[in-house]
């Protein structure tokens, strides 16, 4: 039995009557519109009113006032629009929120929305014209955000204790490797869609923004890798791609130098005049950006030092580019991306922060191993199966929460699932179990269909 065909068979025990609601799916309007652009939604809609909706271009973001997105592309009806498209959370936020009497809703071609209100919500300007409304589906949503419908299991041994422990040691590997490759192949989808509507580059951007983010930034790093395209962004020199970065993501102020210590003063103060230049272009409405998450967050991992690691990037990124579209274990991209550099971030922490005695990594050993086994190996074995046998290479670190939750289920202690956890693949593939079938499973394990099949596979062996 390979995984997927165990998913497929174990489908139906997780099938709910009612989609889940709105409210439990922990998602806010910023990150529907970055899986909007990032094109993790379906192409073709059919309208509330019955109308095919075909999405050829999902448009770019709006830094100013007016719909979310413009100079998007679509069909209606084998007709191509061109315009505007509004995204909302429910349908009548398009008259909560004043859109029907504002001029710059004129000429939106498209309402997206999660929630249908009915059809005494309609989606009209203020011209009186009807705008077509489609409707996100709730568990394709579900699906674009990766989320389960558990956030956490309870961190104790569940029933496939019992059955994993007759299966060879084998059987688990082989169980385990199927996991970890249906993982990658995942990964590898989510890769290519974005490579698919903004081509390799941009994907690669936004997916090393995304690695840089951690857990607590990586909406705020997508966005900003998204919003500033690496396209534009090469096509200007370095202290002014420098500049755009910080003074978009809301970390720079004309008074900042003033109160920094001596040795910053003069290059912050050069930072902020060359984004003063761009900044009518380029800069966005607090509303329309998701706040930075500094709560705990380490020194050497304050989201103004991920983001120097970005823009460090930058002068390297057409030569990274093409590293990555080589075979593994990318040496060449792994030794440009540890050896970045930069005068004023080798020896500091945040913009504000005093001069360290010795030089700090920009990216580190750990951060670059994530953004390899999460893009690049997915990518690569999806393409070249071959590149299997670099990844299985790849040590595992520190097992991390989910990965002992998940340990702690199906072995009973992260001592008894030490055996398999000596290499990274084998973390990824706990990481897929733990999601496809602990966090699904709402009944605490009692009515879970893995066992069962884990009890198949013990026989078959």
């Known amino acids: ?10 489908a139906a025990s997780y099938a709910v009557s009612e989609p889940p609601p709105l409210s439990s799916l922990r998602v806010d309007e910023i990150q529907v519109q970055s899986l909007w652009f990032a094109g993790h939604f379906q192409d073709h809609f059919q309208s509330t009113c019955g109308r095919e909706i075909t999405i050829i271009s999902a448009g770019e973001w709006n830094r100013g006032a007016g719909p979310d997105f413009i100079q998007a592309s679509i069909e209606i009806d084998g007709t191509p629009h061109h315009g505007p498209i509004e995204i909302d959370m429910e349908s009548r936020n398009w008259e909560r929120h004043g859109h029907a009497l504002n001029e710059n809703f004129d000429q939106v071609i498209l309402h997206v929305v999660l929630e249908d ?8 300007t203020s011209q009186h014209r009807n705008v077509p409304r489609v409707v996100i589906d709730r568990d394709q949503l579900r699906a674009a955000l990766g989320l389960p419908r558990l956030s956490q299991a309870l961190a104790r041994p569940g029933r496939c204790l019992q059955p994993l422990s007759h299966l060879p040691p084998e059987a688990v590997l082989n169980l385990l490797e199927q996991a970890a490759r249906h993982r990658c192949r995942l990964k590898a989808q989510r890769f290519h869609r974005i490579a698919t509507r903004h081509g ?124 990555a579209r080589e075979s593994a274990p990318f040496k060449k991209l792994s030794q ?45 074995i999806t393409d070249t199966p071959s590149a299997w046998s670099d990844f299985t290479k790849i040590r595992g670190g520190p097992p991390n929460q989910k990965v002992t939750r998940c340990c702690e289920r199906l072995f009973g202690s992260l001592s008894a ?3 398999f956890l000596k290499y990274a693949w084998q973390h990824q593939a706990l990481l897929q179990i733990y999601q496809d079938f602990c966090l699904e499973d709402v009944s605490d394990c009692k009515k879970c269909p893995f066992p069962e099949q884990l009890v198949l596979s013990s026989q078959e062996s």
Not at 117 to 124: I, L, S
Request: proline share 7%.
């Open 1 to 10: 039995m390979t995984y997927e065909s165990l998913l497929k068979s174990t």
């Open 336 to 380: 440009t991306l540890i050896a970045l550099s930069h005068p004023f971030w080798d020896r500091h922490h945040t913009l504000h922060s005093k001069k360290t005695e010795q030089s700090i990594r920009l990216l580190g050993p750990a951060r670059l191993q994530e953004f390899l086994i999460n893009t690049l190996f997915p990518v690569t």
């Open 117 to 124: 209100d009915g059809a005494e919500f309609f989606t009209r």
């Open 417 to 419: 699932a030490k055996p």
């Open 200 to 323: 390799f580059s941009q994907a690669l951007w936004e997916s090393f923004a995304d690695t840089l983010g951690f857990a607590a930034n990586r909406l705020p790093m997508r966005l900003l890798a998204q919003r500033l395209p690496i396209k534009v962004l090469r096509q200007m020199d370095f202290a002014s791609s420098e500049a755009i970065l910080f003074g978009t993501a809301g970390f720079l102020s004309p008074k900042l130098h003033e109160t920094a210590p001596a040795d910053s003063r003069q290059w912050l103060e050069d930072l902020w005049d060359s984004w003063w230049k761009h900044r009518l272009k380029f800069e966005f409405p607090n509303e329309r950006s998701p706040g930075w998450n500094m709560t705990g967050s380490r020194p050497g991992n304050h989201p103004q030092r991920r983001l120097a690691a970005l823009a460090a990037a930058i002068p390297h990124w057409q030569n990274l580019t093409k590293d």
